[in-house]
DNA sequence: GCGGTATCGAGAATTCAATATCACTAAGGG
DNA sequence: CCCTTAGTGATATTGAATTCTCGATACCGC
């Protein structure tokens, strides 16, 4: 199975390395249309699962939302969810010692931390 | 419209107060049929929603999971989510300071932070 | 260029949480 | 105890996200 090089896949892959924050899959598909006018939905999640699987991009779950999607491989980090515009972005810096929160016996191995408020734009309007 | 006191609407109050977590319908119906045994899932779910709008209880939502509750009232806290029993605890403790990474220009209202991995339960199994 | 086939686009289908429907049950005031 | 009606249980339905189907398209090795 030879994977060809499409430019419906080009446009979604250029399309996160120009957002530089997770991206769902509207978002996507409402982006790469620019480029390429026909773009389907179906297209944008069966690009978007074969990116993942590849490892070429990771799942971002969040609370109450659909999941967004972002490069693979990016340093560890956190989101911030705009309440306005719907928009995810990300935040730097990491409150590490949050793994000692846990009750004892129980074994932490990964944390999440999401930020609810007004993106700059937003704020500013 | 005058509120009845049914046994079922009792039997599912009582489950929280002995819960002490935060938990899912499912995980509600299951309880509480031990008390009420022909309980029904739909019950469930109506009187979740009136248990929530009458301020008793109040949401949780997680990232890529359906919705769990808890009393209403409670300090502020945070949740721990078990991989291997998918039960939901609350977490004591809270890094303050997360509200500080939002980048410039943002507007933080309001936070989250999910914890994963094992229980006491599940981790020593 | 040609051909084989990976990929596409549109719409149907699926999934699953949550809600609505409706005949039946039972809470509780009189 | 009786009657009104809030509440219930089983099941159908909704709604949103995601996946599947299938005929058409367009990569790309030859």
Redesign the interface.
């Known amino acids: 199975m030879i994977t060809r090089r499409t430019q419906q896949r080009h446009a979604i892959r250029a399309t996160f390395e120009n957002a530089g924050r997770p991206l769902g899959p509207h978002e996507i598909l409402n982006i790469a249309r620019d480029v390429v006018p026909g773009l389907g939905i179906a297209t944008v999640y069966r690009t978007l699962k074969k990116l993942v699987s590849d490892g070429e991009l990771q799942v971002v779950?969040?609370?109450?939302a659909p999941?967004r999607y972002e490069l693979a491989g990016l340093a560890h980090h956190?989101h911030?969810h705009c309440?306005d515009c719907d928009r995810v972005?990300d935040?730097?810096?990491?409150?590490e010692?949050?793994?000692?929160?846990?009750?004892?016996?129980?074994?932490?191995?990964?944390?999440?931390?999401?930020?609810?408020?007004?993106?700059?734009a937003c704020?500013?309007g």
Chains 1, 2 share one sequence.
């Open positions: 779950e969040l609370p109450g999941s956190h911030f309440r972005f935040v730097e810096g990491c409150p010692q949050v793994t000692d929160y846990a009750p004892p016996g129980f074994r932490t191995e990964e944390h999440a931390v999401v930020l609810y408020g007004r993106c700059s704020a500013t």
